[in-house]
């Protein structure tokens, strides 16, 4: 079993392992203390172990029913990457307290609540952790698709660093994070010392991982011009973990290696998302119950229409914007940007409202098959 640091230590040079060391420790605190804000008890992650693999090799660990949550990095620089939270959808309802009667009910109403669990844990790593990086680093939650993994890992060509563990709290959910080269060498920039010491880039064609472990790595032969080991002393980490929360071990101090550099940022296809269907009434607080206190964005959309520059810089006082939508047709109701319901326009005492006439159910399934 190996640790974290122990695999970025050969996908990486030491400085960087080190960097993503600390940041790894900062965000699992932040992380930790937004999902004991929710679930009462900061929950605990144990049996974590770390590998080095190419997507071609870990495919075959996505064969059953799983959700899969994107999360990009981005930074003012306009460098994007993303990772993968992966883990069982009976497993996920577990953890969530999301059972339901109904296996279609209960796999959206897991989806819905693990990508707002998932969405308050990101908001916390970007305050608490992110905030301090040099390149203006941001995470973000995407769209949550199920059972397609193994497709999204034909899409990328980068090395990765696989991590496995269970998330312990009232019950246990095994999770794997898959975390591409470029995603890594992203995050690791954003923390680099005074001195501006990050690594060049190259292809991930200069690493052998046809073996899938870390041991087995070996540069390519390049003649005297390969770099040799050199004795590394380890920096000071830069990014102190908050208080609260349990702190998560990445590992002992990297080994004596010459730097490894990795590829560029990957590119993966979006994502699909489906809304929660009524919830199915169960004895005790539900897990819904624990997001009730979440603030979520609502919005009414009147129409839409496609204007030029021209247009647009000709408005004025008196102009009328024609719509995509006839009078009276119903208006669409987002909640955090994802259409929800349509209703209708009313009027309430002197405020406008709007009566709900249909609640939109969209088939998970179908949508990321398609």
Known sequence: MSTPHEV?????????????????????????DAL????????????????????????????????????????????????????????????????????????????????????????????ATLGASL????????????????????????????????????????????????????VAGGFANEEGDKEPTVSGDDLDFSAGSPDDAQPVDGGEDTPQPTAFEAEEPRIAPP???????????PDERAPRPISSAPTAHRAQFAPLSAAVQAAGPSGIDLLAGLEMNVSVELGRTDMTVADVLALGPGSVVELDRLAGEPVDILV??????????????ENFGVRVVEVIRRDVRSEASG
């Open 8 to 32: 970025l230590s050969e996908l990486l040079s030491p400085s960087q392992g080190d960097r993503l060391q600390a940041a790894g420790e900062s965000a699992w605190a932040a992380a930790a």
């Open 135 to 186: 390149n203006g680093l941001v995470l973000s939650l995407d769209d949550v698709s199920v059972d397609n993994m193994p497709e999204v890992l034909g899409a990328l060509e980068d090395p990765c660093l696989v991590l496995k563990g269970t998330l312990a709290g009232r019950d246990e959910a095994e999770l794997t994070f898959v975390l591409p080269g470029g995603f890594l060498d992203i």
């Open 243 to 253: 208080t609260g929360g349990p702190p998560l071990s990445f590992g002992a101090a």
């Open 336 to 349: 955090n940007d994802r259409l929800i319901a349509r209703g209708e326009v009313v009027v309430v005492d």
């Open 36 to 127: 004991a804000s929710i679930f009462g008890e900061a929950p605990a992650m144990a049996n974590l172990d770390a590998r080095l693999a190419m997507p071609d090799e870990i495919a075959g660990d996505f064969e059953g029913q799983h959700l899969v949550m994107p999360v990009e990095v981005s930074t003012n620089q306009e460098q994007s990457a993303t990772a993968w939270l992966v883990f069982g959808t009976a497993a996920g309802a577990g953890f969530l307290n999301s059972e339901a009667d109904n296996a279609d009910d209960q796999e959206q109403q897991t989806i819905v609540m693990a990508s707002t669990v998932l969405g308050q844990a990101v908001r916390a790593i970007n305050a």
